[in-house]
């Protein structure tokens, strides 16, 4: 198998997304909806890939493979347990020689890596139910942030939006702003879950098209937090950092 030409096949063939970029992704059983416009003949090759990889890494790590902007690249993950786990770059460039170099992988050693993150993962967690929280308020968020939650409130109003949720991603520095039917509540508890243990402030949840009040707001934020794993409860709360800290200390 050639990779390079493998590479340009993909690039002239796969459907571009929303933003008018070209690129194909596949793991151990899932690929990207940009691989179904491949033609037959690439799939195939890309399905060869697939199976040599699904046979050259152990059924407990998973791992994807992406093509784009002409080249290829993969990631690696390993999960013990529904909180815990850990992802890195595959131990293999994906060339010529990826076959034999995963051949010579010790997944063994990279299993108890994984495993010995995990392990500080959870007595992190275990400190942290001792540290005070530090997760973002809502009144200091919408007090920094009152033109994007006016803008956001107005959307919800035209839309006549039932429920919603405004968050600030600070990595990107950009807001997210999310509308949903009424059916589909658990749905934005999950994602405010998410951006949660992300550490993003919630500006604003709505409920019933209203602005739910800020005291209400901060009430239901510590309901959804005490749903989740201890990891991610720790990581809400903003102790997680300095329980991992503590740990390594």
């Given at each position: 198998?050639?990779?390079?030409t493998?590479?340009?096949?993909?690039?002239?063939?796969?459907?571009?997304?929303?933003?008018?970029?070209?690129?194909v992704?596949?793991?151990?059983?899932?690929?990207?909806?940009?691989?179904s416009?491949?033609r037959?003949?690439?799939?195939?090759?890309?399905?060869?890939?697939?199976?040599?990889?699904?046979?050259l890494?152990?059924n407990?790590?998973?791992?994807?493979?992406?093509?784009?902007?002409?080249?290829?690249?993969?990631?690696?993950?390993?999960?013990?347990?529904?909180?815990?786990?850990g992802?890195?770059?595959?131990p293999?460039e994906?060339?010529g020689?990826?076959?034999q170099?995963?051949?010579?992988v010790?997944?063994?050693?990279?299993?108890?890596?994984?495993?010995?993150?995990?392990?500080?993962?959870?007595?992190?967690?275990?400190?942290?139910?001792n540290?005070?929280?530090?997760?973002p308020?809502?009144?200091?968020a919408?007090?920094f942030?009152?033109?994007?939650?006016?803008?956001?409130?107005?959307?919800?109003?035209?839309?006549?939006?039932?429920?919603?949720?405004?968050?600030?991603?600070?990595?990107?520095d950009?807001?997210?702003?999310?509308?949903y039917?009424?059916?589909?509540?658990?749905?934005?508890?999950?994602?405010?879950?998410d951006?949660?243990?992300f550490?993003?402030p919630?500006?604003?949840?709505?409920?019933?098209g209203?602005?739910l009040?800020?005291d209400?707001?901060?009430?239901?934020?510590?309901?959804?937090?005490?749903?989740l794993?201890?990891?991610?409860?720790?990581?809400?709360?903003?102790?997680?950092?300095?329980?991992m800290?503590?740990t390594?200390?």
């Amino acid at each position: 198998m050639n990779i390079e030409t493998l590479i340009k096949k993909v690039e002239r063939e796969a459907k571009p997304d929303q933003f008018d970029e070209t690129w194909v992704s596949f793991s151990r059983e899932d690929a990207s909806d940009s691989y179904s416009s491949l033609r037959r003949s690439t799939r195939d090759e890309l399905e060869k890939m697939r199976a040599q990889l699904n046979r050259l890494i152990p059924n407990d790590f998973d791992y994807h493979v992406f093509i784009e902007d002409g080249s290829i690249s993969g990631s690696l993950e390993y999960s013990d347990g529904p909180d815990s786990g850990g992802g890195m770059g595959l131990p293999a460039e994906l060339d010529g020689n990826y076959v034999q170099d995963l051949k010579k992988v010790n997944w063994e050693d990279l299993r108890a890596f994984f495993i010995q993150g995990a392990n500080l993962h959870d007595n992190a967690a275990a400190i942290a139910k001792n540290l005070p929280s530090k997760m973002p308020s809502t009144a200091a968020a919408q007090l920094f942030h009152a033109e994007a939650l006016e803008s956001f409130m107005s959307e919800i109003k035209n839309d006549n939006a039932i429920l919603g949720v405004l968050a600030y991603d600070d990595t990107a520095d950009s807001y997210i702003a999310s509308a949903y039917a009424e059916n589909e509540r658990e749905t934005m508890d999950a994602d405010i879950c998410d951006m949660l243990t992300f550490g993003f402030p919630i500006i604003a949840i709505v409920e019933n098209g209203e602005l739910l009040r800020v005291d209400a707001t901060e009430k239901l934020k510590h309901e959804l937090v005490d749903r989740l794993e201890p990891v991610s409860r720790a990581k809400a709360l903003g102790q997680f950092e300095q329980a991992m800290n503590m740990t390594m200390s």
